[in-house]
């Protein structure tokens, strides 16, 4: 399995970016997907994730109405748009898929579902 994120980099307090996650190496329409953050100095923590179809999502309370998950099945890609970005929001953001198919959104937080992880991408919110 192979998971590459992109989108991340430098944005001011306030502002917005679009992660991507293209996954590889797997039957990406039966998984459910996630977003997870690791600041500096801190463990990594759930942001988002999202069933199988697209229809259920659930997010951290830290993120809630500021960030959508989604995900396009025919393009094997799950995405995290991030507004009204602060700057508790910089960490390194990582994909996540679960180490079994058909797992539920809410599941799919607890980090030790996760068995593969991409490489992570830098976001930064400068305030």
């Known amino acids: 399995v192979q998971l590459v994120e992109s989108g991340g980099g430098l944005v001011q307090a306030g502002g917005s970016l679009r992660l991507s996650c293209a996954a590889s190496?797997?039957?990406?329409?039966?998984?459910?997907m996630g977003w997870f953050r690791q600041a500096p100095g801190k463990e990594r923590e759930f942001v988002a994730t999202?069933?199988?179809?697209?229809?259920?999502?659930y997010y951290a309370d830290s993120v809630k109405g500021r960030f959508t998950i989604s995900r396009d099945n025919t393009k094997k890609t799950v995405y995290l748009q991030m507004n009204s970005l602060k700057s508790e929001d910089t960490a390194v953001y990582y994909c996540?898929?679960?180490?079994?198919?058909?797992?539920?959104?809410?599941?799919?937080?607890?980090?030790?579902?996760?068995?593969?992880w991409g490489q992570g991408i830098q976001v930064t919110v400068s305030s």
């Open positions: 996540g898929a679960p180490t079994r198919p058909f797992t539920t959104a809410q599941f799919t937080a607890v980090m030790t579902s996760v068995g593969s």
């Open positions: 190496g797997l039957t990406f329409g039966i998984y459910a």
């Open positions: 999202i069933n199988t179809n697209g229809g259920t999502t």
